[in-house]
């Protein structure tokens, strides 16, 4: 993870590739915010974001995969008078590109029972981006904590 420098308040976890593992990262991440001083209704969004980045990562990424690893990385800062949280989650997937995916709130998608995942990422953080190097693919997300 690289956070162009390693500001007082960076976080960072190496998870193994299975769903029970989220407990793990939900944990530390309300034990983040609760020293950020973040509400509780963003904390709750930022849980639901992150567990479904994890799920993605263990599931697609890693094809649920337990010998592989899942990493996890997040830092708060400020940006001028904003405060900025950067979180990103690492698999070993291919990568993907976010703006190829189905639009879920499409009719013919409804029924679907899976595929709404990046759709409630993008609904609370922005996606920076998808990088894709060394045979891992890391999904960079922002979040405005309020």
Known sequence: MDFHGLPM???SLLLQSKAAEYEVLRTVLRTF???EGYSEGFLALL???M???FVNAVSHGNKSREELFVEFAMRADFSGEQ???EAEISDSGSG???EQLPNPTLECFLLRTSGRGLY???SIAEIVGVEVSDGRSTLKLRYFPY
């Open 9 to 11: 308040n960076v976080c």
């Open 33 to 35: 915010g609760e020293i």
């Open 47 to 49: 849980e639901l974001s």
């Open 51 to 53: 567990k479904e980045a």
């Open 83 to 85: 405060l900025i949280l």
């Open 96 to 98: 993907f590109s976010p």
């Open 120 to 122: 409630i990422i993008r």
